[in-house]
């Protein structure tokens, strides 16, 4: 796709206009790393057309600090204060849970999980926001504590021109073929596989 034009147009009796807004549910999935870094980058875009931005972290402990949530707490205050961009809510589903499973029960993490998406479901049929970042979302997929073929429904017929991404690994084939958008990260090298711990600004 050259300059952002399409190969083809396709016949569905839209205007290029109509096209050109209608909602997208991309899924960002893969081993690799970055996954979460391109749904932000897309959601700073988003920010900057003053949509408004939601983030929901499913597999984040609620202590751990994320880089990109302190830039967009910044930038819903920028919003708030000076009407720049549009407004940021930043969500962690759960308390102290995280992809290690080591707090808590699965009980407890399943609860957690049903009761984020259960809120994302009451703001999609609200209208509330205009681009959602639902992170990790496909562990709980999963692992079982949501169910695959509820979340392609509701994305699938939620109102609106909503914009979702979802992150994460082992990504459903049912969420895959329903997405306008698939993008797989492929690890091909990674400073941790020469024992390199994490570093600030490059993870976190």
């Known amino acids: 796709m ?8 396709p016949d569905d009796g839209l205007t290029t206009k109509a096209r ?21 980058g897309m959601a700073l875009r988003a920010w900057n057309q003053g949509f408004s931005v939601a983030v929901f972290q499913f597999v984040k402990s609620a202590k751990w600090k994320v880089g ?20 940021v809510e930043w969500h962690k589903m759960g308390s102290g849970w995280s992809w290690t499973r080591k707090h808590g029960s699965d009980v407890d993490h ?5 009761d984020g998406w259960a809120e994302i479901k009451r703001r999609l049929a609200e209208e509330r926001h205009d681009f959602y970042v639902l992170d990790e979302f ?47 990260m492929t690890k091909i090298k990674h400073p941790m596989d020469a024992g390199r711990k994490g570093q600030k600004g490059i993870e976190w």
């Open 68 to 87: 990109e949530e302190a830039v967009f707490n910044q930038l819903g205050r920028l919003h708030d204060e000076h009407g720049a961009g549009g407004p």
């Open 138 to 184: 496909t562990y709980p997929l999963k692992w079982g504590w949501v169910d695959v073929e509820e979340v392609v429904e509701v994305l699938g017929t939620r109102p609106g021109t909503q914009h979702v991404v979802i992150t994460g690994r082992d990504a459903p084939q049912a969420l895959i073929d329903a997405a306008d958008l698939v993008t797989e």
């Open 2 to 9: 050259p300059q952002g034009q399409p190969l083809t147009v």
């Open 20 to 40: 050109r807004n209608a909602p997208l549910l991309a899924v960002h999935t893969g081993p690799g790393k970055g996954k979460s870094t391109a749904a932000f």
């Open 110 to 114: 399943a609860a957690a999980a049903a």
